[in-house]
């Protein structure tokens, strides 16, 4: 469990190696949940701590995100992407990029990250440093391009890169091994992905999660937020490529390593 200054942030590991996250605001006794991968280690999380969700919110329509939805909802909200409700769970609310919205208590601003998927949005809560980005935004990696084109998904990773450093970023999955070695198969000499590499496989060793992780960084060791950055199009010999040329690269790198 993680405490920012206005609630505390929960991390469920569920199915193989994805994350739901719980939020709770111990003043309003509200809680709401980003993603259901499935039902019934989040049940058991929210009955632990005795809790009753109040909010879903929904990043994308991939079944290892939506798939405890409905056994869960009750009578919280359910919020997502209205460009994606076509293909959600029955939506209360349908957001788009650029709304606000409350949630336990929180200011909460909606992005559109599309790339992994179109009508994939993050959600960002400034008070709490919390930014949930599912398959959009990963530790050390970013999602498949399953449906959006890589200007999108560079453009998608720009938003977030904009987010103040000190933000966590909670994302979908524990991938963040696997992204480290593609990650110092391109960018070597990068003494902050040294660093963070032994940390992850500390962390590993002992049983420990990897996520959320901070932008800061995300953004001195996550290829995907480099490429624009000129040491890291200098380690690609790719330094007069533009950065949408050097993140399609990196994309498909990434793919068939």
């Not at 569920?14 to 991968?37: G, K, M, S």
């Not at 992407?81 to 208590?105: F, M």
């Not at 060791?221 to 690269?249: H, Q």
Request: charge should be negative; hydrophobic fraction near 40%.
């Amino acid at each position: 469990m993680t405490k920012t200054s206005a609630v505390e942030l929960v991390v469920v590991p569920c199915l193989r190696d994805n994350y739901a996250f719980l939020i709770h605001n111990a003043e309003t006794d509200e809680t709401a949940l980003v993603d259901a991968p499935e039902a019934e280690p989040i049940q058991a999380e929210l009955n632990a701590r005795g809790w009753t969700l109040t909010d879903i919110l929904i990043t994308h329509h991939h079944n290892d995100h939506i798939d405890g939805v409905d056994a869960l909802r009750g009578d919280a909200r359910v919020i997502g992407a209205e460009a994606d409700a076509h293909r959600l769970p029955d939506l209360d609310l349908a957001v788009t990029e650029g709304n606000q919205i409350t949630v336990c208590g929180q200011q909460t601003e909606v992005f559109d990250v599309s790339g992994h998927t179109v009508g994939h949005i993050a959600f960002h809560m400034p008070a709490a440093q919390l930014v949930f980005t599912a398959d959009s935004l990963m530790a050390l990696g970013c999602g498949r391009l399953f449906e959006g084109t890589p200007a999108q998904m560079w453009d998608s990773l720009q938003k977030l890169r904009a987010l103040p450093d000190d933000t966590l970023v909670c994302s979908g999955h524990e991938y963040t091994a696997a992204n480290a070695r593609f990650a110092a198969s391109l960018d070597p000499d990068n003494s902050d992905l040294i660093s963070r590499i032994k940390r992850i496989e500390m962390a590993r060793a002992a049983g420990q999660l990897t996520v959320p992780s901070t932008l800061t960084e995300e953004k001195r060791t996550n290829p995907f937020l480099r490429a624009d950055v000129p040491e890291f199009k200098a380690a690609i010999d790719m330094s007069d490529a533009s950065a949408v040329d050097v993140f399609t690269y990196t994309r498909a790198q990434k793919d068939k390593f």
